[in-house]
């Protein structure tokens, strides 16, 4: 049946916003398994990739695997391209241009080129012939040093967490706990529709992402739902700071209010602005 004959409700759309499947991830992994010569912890790992649906999911072993050797992967790119300045771009200082670039230019050429097999064709100026088994071997040993050698004990979301930090924290030290909302683990990462985005080159805390998520029916407005990341206040001691954030993690949704006799009569408060 075509898309005429699908009625597609909020759920449908709902799924769109949880989509986690990693394009990057799946030409990484197809070279890590192509490459083949592994063995020990490598070779269950590689064996854990080829049986991988590049899902992204917080419960996820496989997606730790493929984050931690992407992220040596962004590194050794890094190091190549930008040499002698490229201590002020992983160590996140100042050069935000440079990540920027990295991001839009760069890694995606070399993703394209390494799924398409026309890395031998890039001008780079250095070679990247080792990168994506280093690469591998790189984020395959940091698990096994951080979590042990089980890879039961590898799930993304240990690693994938929000962080928000509210403005004045640094104003008032030592109260970040009554300032800031909790850390959450989420799927996704910067490269898929469930956007939750890292740095290229640190740790794997949630720094950027959608500021909402919106799904409307023009035929009944009030059929919409949406979701933020915190809640409806930015007011720390609210309930409604944070309230919305567990549901966001878990990509539900509440109903948008648009009819002005529903909103009325459901209000918490009221507020009364008047001529002063």
Do not use: C
């Not at 394009?23 to 049986?51: C, E, M, Q, S, Y």
């Not at 391209?81 to 839009?104: L, M, S, T």
């Not at 409307?216 to 954030?245: A, T, Y």
């Amino acid at each position: 049946a075509g898309l005429a004959d699908q009625k597609i409700g909020v759920a449908d759309m709902s799924s769109i916003h949880a989509d986690a499947i990693s394009i990057p991830a799946g030409v990484f992994t197809r070279a890590v398994v192509a490459a083949g010569g592994w063995d020990g912890i490598h070779g269950i790992a590689a064996d854990l990739l080829a049986r991988w649906d590049f899902d992204l999911k917080k419960d996820s072993m496989e997606a730790a695997i493929y984050s931690a050797s992407n992220r040596f992967l962004n590194i050794f790119l890094m190091m190549a391209a930008y040499r002698g300045a490229v201590k002020g771009v992983i160590d996140e200082g100042d050069n935000v241009g440079a990540e920027d670039h990295f991001r839009r230019q760069l890694r995606p050429d070399f993703i394209q080129r390494l799924g398409d097999g026309t890395l031998d064709e890039a001008n780079y100026g250095f070679q990247v012939d080792e990168f994506v088994k280093k690469a591998f071997k790189g984020g395959v040993d940091e698990l096994v040093m951080q979590f042990g050698i089980d890879p039961t004990n590898w799930r993304w979301g240990d690693r994938h967490r929000t962080d928000h930090v509210h403005p004045l924290e640094n104003a008032f030290r030592g109260n970040g706990n009554m300032l800031n909302p909790p850390k959450v683990e989420t799927d996704g990462n910067g490269d898929v529709p469930w956007a939750s985005g890292h740095s290229a080159f640190g740790d794997f805390l949630v720094k950027s992402g959608p500021v909402n998520r919106y799904i409307h029916d023009p035929s009944n407005w009030s059929n919409g739902r949406w979701i933020v990341p915190l809640g409806s206040s930015g007011h720390p001691g609210s309930p409604h700071f944070s309230d919305q954030q567990e549901m966001w993690a878990k990509v539900e949704t509440i109903p948008q209010l648009w009819d002005w006799d529903e909103i009325a009569t459901t209000a918490e408060t009221t507020q009364h602005l008047l001529p002063g």
